[in-house]
């Protein structure tokens, strides 16, 4: 690899940041501050202390909390919503996994997860015998996964299988808190003040290391710690796809997913959207030149599913939580399974007209109301105009299922976030780690000596703030390194969520659900092999016997560190 081209990986700490500091996507935080004033201490603030602190309650900092909990530390975790698991539960997104997920590529603990999932459905509703007995239960059958459900059913295992650590007083869980500020010394963060949504009551939480698990990593801005956003460019990272000048602002679309269920013959046409006009005849600009409709069935892709509610093809199975066939209504009147019912999370609904990212708290509740009310269109527009098949109209029968989603008005609980900010780790996965092009007589993926976990899914890009759309590159099965998740500087504080050392591509394929959780027990993990080894996690890395101590660890505790030469067919 000629100096030209060396990934970010390759390049020194010092130098590596002095590059970054002039073309990079580089993003200095300002002094950490609530409501733009220095951070201070309340007077009267509650303070509480533990081994480790994780912001954000999503998948990663679920895993996080598990393994740090199962290792003996004491952990608080906090949680912007009222519901824990993150993409899975809040975001309302089915998961989506590798091929060999059913009996390789995920942890051990990610398969209780989905094995808990199952159970619930075969001991909590009125499933039909023969799906009971099903080893593969997919409860939607739905095609995007092999295990489609209801996101508080994936709520309820994740809390069960915190319980016991909960119960103990190992784990504490604050719910509906956001962290506002943060107390840092040098390379270390010190405390982290969170607020609680309803009160306003502030709690400063102290540790000697945090997590951020964060769905766009607040806590890198609020800590100072360096991170990156948007495309690198090709000079920054050597990437073949790369673009040629770094564009920070340029993020994957983020969604507000909603739960339809179908009842023929019924009449549930919501009142039309008041920008109804706009989104419906929205033009979006296309790779070939000729712009389409974004509230169609135009693109020759979605042309050839189709969306069909009352055959129940198409788009309509293809996030399926429940497929009505496998379950015998109570005879109480309980009609909860009675009708399908569908996430619609499409290419139809993807917000991609601003960014979640280093905006004011105003820019960013508008850009949420502004796709609620592109995906209430787009509800408007399958109910009144989408073409049926018999040459009609829309489907009235379209109805929301705001129980599906635990709120009132039918959406998700929180955007679906695709990007988030990006730790500049001393390691940085590229594309040329990971693709079939950049590899073309590889099986795998670039061997991480420093490997803490695997994963694998195609370099998914959605449509994006400036209009890219639609690169799935083909990758091989990889590996999560060590070095993707220390930070170049900062020395106690840990991603544990889409914010490790990734690329704007990269990001596409280390995204999902158990890469997520994968990511974070070992995250967990390696906090609690410190705490006991009294070593840095930075030391791990860099001391041999450290690293093969902590890697025969996670090997121990059910984490693979690197797929096997011969993949299941």
Same mark, same amino acid.
């Given at each position: 690899?000629?100096?030209?081209?060396?990934?970010?990986?390759?390049?020194?700490?010092?130098?590596?940041?002095?590059?970054?500091?002039?073309?990079?996507?580089?993003?200095?935080?300002?002094?950490?501050?609530?409501?733009?004033?220095?951070?201070?201490?309340?007077?009267?603030?509650?303070?509480?202390?533990? &081994?480790?602190?994780?912001?954000?309650?999503?998948?990663?900092?679920?895993?996080?909390?598990?393994?740090?909990?199962?290792?003996?530390?004491?952990?608080?975790?906090?949680?912007?919503?009222?519901?824990?698991?993150?993409? =899975?539960?809040?975001?309302?997104?089915?998961? &989506?996994?590798?091929?060999?997920?059913?009996?390789?590529?995920?942890?051990?603990?990610?398969?209780?997860?989905?094995?808990?999932?199952?159970?619930?459905?075969?001991?909590?509703?009125?499933?039909?015998?023969?799906?009971?007995?099903?080893?593969?239960?997919?409860?939607?059958?739905?095609? !995007?996964?092999?295990?489609?459900?209801?996101?508080? !059913?994936?709520?309820?295992?994740?809390?069960?299988?915190?319980?016991?650590?909960?119960?103990?007083?190992?784990?504490?869980?604050?719910?509906?808190?956001?962290?506002?500020?943060?107390?840092?010394?040098?390379?270390?963060?010190?405390?982290?003040?969170?607020?609680?949504?309803?009160?306003?009551?502030?709690?400063?939480?102290?540790?000697?290391? +945090?997590?951020?698990?964060?769905?766009?990593?607040?806590?890198?801005?609020?800590?100072?710690?360096?991170?990156?956003?948007?495309?690198?460019?090709?000079?920054?990272?050597?990437?073949?796809?790369?673009?040629?000048?770094?564009?920070?602002?340029?993020?994957?679309?983020?969604?507000?997913?909603?739960?339809?269920?179908?009842?023929?013959?019924?009449?549930?046409?919501?009142?039309?959207?008041?920008?109804?006009?706009?989104?419906?005849?929205?033009?979006?600009?296309?790779?070939?030149?000729?712009?389409?409709?974004?509230? @169609?069935?135009?693109?020759?892709?979605?042309?050839?599913?189709?969306?069909?509610?009352?055959?129940?093809?198409?788009?309509?199975?293809?996030?399926? !939580?429940?497929?009505? &066939?496998?379950?015998?209504?109570?005879?109480?009147?309980?009609?909860?399974?009675?009708?399908?019912?569908?996430?619609?999370?499409?290419?139809?609904?993807?917000?991609? +007209?601003?960014?979640?990212?280093?905006?004011?708290?105003?820019?960013?509740?508008?850009?949420?109301?502004?796709?609620?009310?592109? @995906?209430? @269109?787009?509800?408007?527009?399958?109910?009144?105009?989408?073409?049926?098949?018999?040459?009609?109209?829309?489907?009235?029968?379209?109805?929301?299922?705001?129980?599906?989603?635990?709120?009132?008005?039918? +959406?998700?609980?929180?955007?679906?976030?695709?990007?988030?900010?990006?730790?500049?780790?001393? +390691?940085?996965?590229?594309?040329?780690?990971?693709?079939?092009?950049?590899?073309?007589?590889?099986?795998?993926?670039?061997?991480?000596? &420093?490997?803490?976990?695997?994963?694998?899914?195609?370099?998914?890009?959605?449509?994006?703030?400036?209009?890219?759309?639609?690169?799935?590159?083909?990758?091989?099965?990889?590996?999560?390194?060590?070095?993707?998740?220390?930070?170049?500087?900062?020395?106690?504080? =840990?991603?544990?969520?889409?914010? =490790?050392?990734?690329?704007?591509?990269?990001?596409?394929?280390?995204?999902?659900?158990?890469?997520?959780?994968?990511?974070?027990?070992?995250?967990?993990?390696?906090?609690?092999?410190?705490?006991?080894?009294?070593?840095?996690?930075?030391?791990?890395?860099?001391?041999?016997?450290?690293?093969?101590?902590?890697?025969?660890?996670?090997?121990?505790?059910?984490?693979?560190?690197?797929?096997?030469?011969?993949?299941?067919?």
């Amino acid at each position: 690899m000629t100096s030209q081209r060396k990934s970010i990986g390759d390049v020194g700490r010092r130098d590596f940041l002095k590059r970054l500091a002039v073309v990079a996507p580089l993003v200095w935080s300002a002094p950490a501050c609530v409501a733009g004033r220095p951070y201070r201490s309340r007077e009267h603030a509650d303070e509480l202390a533990a &081994d480790l602190v994780i912001i954000g309650g999503g998948l990663g900092g679920c895993a996080a909390a598990l393994a740090a909990a199962r290792r003996g530390l004491r952990v608080i975790m906090t949680e912007e919503t009222d519901w824990i698991g993150g993409q =899975l539960t809040q975001q309302a997104v089915p998961p &989506d996994e590798n091929a060999w997920i059913e009996t390789i590529g995920g942890t051990r603990s990610y398969l209780a997860l989905r094995a808990g999932m199952r159970d619930y459905y075969r001991t909590q509703t009125p499933i039909v015998a023969q799906a009971k007995g099903n080893p593969r239960l997919n409860p939607g059958n739905c095609w !995007v996964s092999r295990i489609g459900c209801e996101p508080r !059913v994936a709520l309820a295992v994740i809390e069960a299988m915190l319980a016991p650590y909960v119960h103990s007083g190992q784990l504490r869980v604050l719910r509906e808190h956001t962290a506002v500020a943060a107390d840092v010394h040098r390379d270390r963060v010190q405390a982290v003040r969170v607020r609680h949504r309803g009160s306003a009551r502030d709690i400063v939480l102290r540790a000697p290391y +945090f997590a951020d698990a964060t769905e766009l990593g607040d806590l890198l801005p609020l800590t100072r710690t360096e991170y990156v956003t948007g495309a690198e460019s090709a000079a920054q990272t050597g990437e073949p796809h790369a673009k040629r000048d770094a564009e920070p602002d340029n993020v994957q679309a983020f969604t507000m997913c909603f739960a339809l269920e179908h009842r023929s013959g019924e009449h549930h046409v919501i009142d039309r959207p008041s920008d109804y006009a706009h989104w419906r005849d929205l033009a979006i600009p296309a790779a070939d030149g000729v712009p389409y409709r974004l509230l @169609s069935f135009d693109e020759p892709a979605n042309q050839r599913i189709g969306f069909d509610p009352e055959r129940r093809t198409g788009y309509w199975s293809y996030r399926r !939580v429940i497929d009505r &066939d496998l379950f015998t209504p109570q005879p109480t009147g309980d009609a909860r399974y009675m009708h399908d019912v569908s996430i619609i999370n499409w290419g139809l609904n993807d917000y991609s +007209f601003g960014s979640l990212i280093d905006v004011d708290t105003a820019t960013a509740q508008q850009h949420v109301a502004r796709a609620k009310m592109q @995906s209430l @269109s787009l509800l408007y527009w399958l109910q009144t105009e989408a073409p049926r098949p018999d040459g009609g109209a829309g489907w009235p029968g379209l109805r929301l299922r705001p129980d599906i989603m635990g709120t009132d008005d039918g +959406f998700a609980k929180y955007p679906y976030i695709r990007e988030s900010r990006r730790l500049a780790a001393e +390691f940085t996965v590229c594309e040329q780690h990971v693709t079939a092009d950049a590899r073309p007589n590889a099986t795998h993926a670039a061997d991480f000596p &420093d490997s803490v976990g695997i994963g694998h899914y195609s370099m998914d890009l959605h449509r994006t703030t400036r209009g890219d759309y639609g690169r799935y590159g083909a990758t091989l099965p990889f590996q999560i390194p060590l070095g993707a998740l220390l930070p170049m500087r900062m020395e106690n504080l =840990l991603p544990a969520c889409k914010n =490790l050392g990734v690329t704007h591509l990269t990001n596409g394929c280390y995204r999902l659900h158990p890469i997520e959780w994968n990511i974070g027990e070992s995250v967990g993990s390696l906090v609690a092999f410190c705490v006991t080894k009294q070593c840095t996690p930075r030391a791990v890395r860099q001391q041999a016997p450290l690293l093969h101590d902590f890697q025969r660890a996670l090997e121990r505790d059910g984490v693979p560190l690197h797929w096997p030469r011969e993949l299941p067919q």
